[in-house]
């Protein structure tokens, strides 16, 4: 099966609670765009979380450089 953009889709199980499902069904929720928009903002965070740990020691030297030297470009800032 593939989407409209012609990813193909896979299939995977989730277990909702009996009551999170009924809700779903009374208030017309689309439990699974629900389900992929959910996944694909954790992917989002997961990655970017992932990236922060991996750049750490980059970012604490720049942080450091820029709280001794000050900014590089600072006389051309407007603000």
Known sequence: MATCTGIPERRANVSPTENLLSEAKILG??????????????????????????????????????EKNGLPLEKYRMF
Not at 35 to 64: F, K
């Open 29 to 66: 929720v689309d439990v699974s765009n629900v389900t992929e928009a959910e996944l694909a903002r954790a992917m989002s965070d997961w990655r970017a979380e992932l990236w922060l740990r991996e750049n750490a020691e980059a970012i604490a030297y720049y942080n450091d450089y820029i």
